[in-house]
């Protein structure tokens, strides 16, 4: 029986060695090419950025208050041929409100003061006059000169106290706000009657850390962006500086100026500011995100001949979505773009198109 079983096990392995044998000879290829997108370094400036957040408000802003009680009369907008409203356009010197009072027109005494004049005149006249004849003293003319002026004084200042019968806007600008009253019933003085605008420039405050009081000067440069429109930025620069640090915040107070000539920023908008605190010309710049931290190294992946090799750079200024290469770059080289999460020194690599 052995020998039965013994001839049996033979002549299987004989069968599967005769199988193996016609099979023809194949070579596995195990290299796997990682796709990857790649970009060309190239030289372009760039800009490092401290940024903060706060609102902005208009450049030129007023608000007129009734000087006088009186009569509330709103105006015609000759613009629209309508009575002003709220968003109207108005231009500098226009009779927005006025204020009707009677008594108080009357106690400024205006004609009466005008025939004043004209008799002061008269009077100044005739005494030069006399004076370059020997008719009159230098006194007697210098009463009449006093007298004159006297009275051109007094027109004045009843012109200006007829001028609050009115109130008009000192600059262009657009109306922000317009209490609501009826014609003809009496307001009080002191009372807000309307607010003009002009929001072509905007400021605002800006708080940054300690740290950064030496890197900013004015006239830097402003990157603005609002929130609600983060597509939209405007540029403005840096006009006041404070010298003094907040004890408790750790930090200082600047002013930004913006030209918002377009109104893409409207006022009280909460806005983010980014302020140029370096710069370099004729860079290498890539983009922040291709850099994998490793062995505490910047590291990128530098494509030849389908081939990834790993490249420590050292680097310089940066923001958001860029950053510059002093070290390990050479302008023109292929780095990888995407892709290049699962790369390893000397991976093969396909370049997608």
Not at 212 to 225: L, P
Not at 250 to 255: A, D, L, N, P, V
Request: glycine share 6%.
């Amino acid at each position: 029986m052995k020998s039965i079983h013994t001839i049996l096990i033979a002549g299987v392995a004989l069968s599967i060695m005769l199988a193996s044998c016609k099979q023809p000879d194949m070579e596995v290829n195990t290299t796997i090419e990682v796709p990857v997108g790649v970009i060309e370094v190239n030289t372009s400036s760039i800009e490092e950025f401290v940024s903060t957040t706060g609102s902005v408000y208009p450049l030129k802003e007023v608000s007129l208050n009734s000087e006088i009680s009186g009569l509330y009369t709103l105006q015609i907008n000759p613009s629209t041929r309508k009575p002003y409203a709220l968003g109207d356009q108005v231009k500098a010197g226009a009779s927005i409100i006025k204020l009707e009072d009677e008594e108080y027109y009357n106690d400024l005494r205006i004609k009466s003061k005008e025939v004043d004049l004209e008799i002061s005149k008269l009077e100044y006249e005739k005494q030069q006059s006399l004076y370059e004849k020997g008719g009159a003293t230098l006194r007697e003319l210098k009463n009449a000169e006093i007298t004159l002026m006297n009275i051109q004084y007094d027109i004045e200042s009843s012109q200006i106290n007829l001028s609050k019968m009115s109130l008009k806007t000192p600059f262009s600008g657009v109306i922000a706000d317009l209490p609501f009253f009826t014609n003809g019933t009496r307001v009080a003085s002191n009372t807000l009657m309307v607010q003009v605008i002009d929001y072509a420039r905007l400021y605002m405050e800006a708080n940054l850390p300690e740290k950064y009081f030496r890197s900013i000067e004015r006239g830097y440069k402003v990157y603005v962006t609002s929130y609600t429109s983060t597509a939209d930025t405007l540029t403005g620069h840096i006009t006041q500086i404070s010298p003094s640090i907040d004890p408790e915040a750790r930090t200082f107070k600047c002013f930004v100026e913006v030209d918002n000539v377009d109104g893409i920023l409207l006022p009280g908008m909460f806005v983010k500011a980014d302020l140029v605190v370096n710069s370099a010309e004729n860079a290498l710049v890539i983009p922040r995100d291709i850099i994998v931290s490793r062995n505490r190294n910047q590291i990128v992946y530098v494509v030849d001949k389908g081939v990834a090799s790993e490249r420590v750079i050292t680097t310089g200024l940066q923001n958001e979505s860029s950053i510059e290469v002093k070290m390990g770059l050479l302008q023109g080289e292929s780095v990888v773009s995407s892709g290049f999460e699962t790369l390893r020194d000397k991976s093969r690599v396909r370049i997608l198109k």
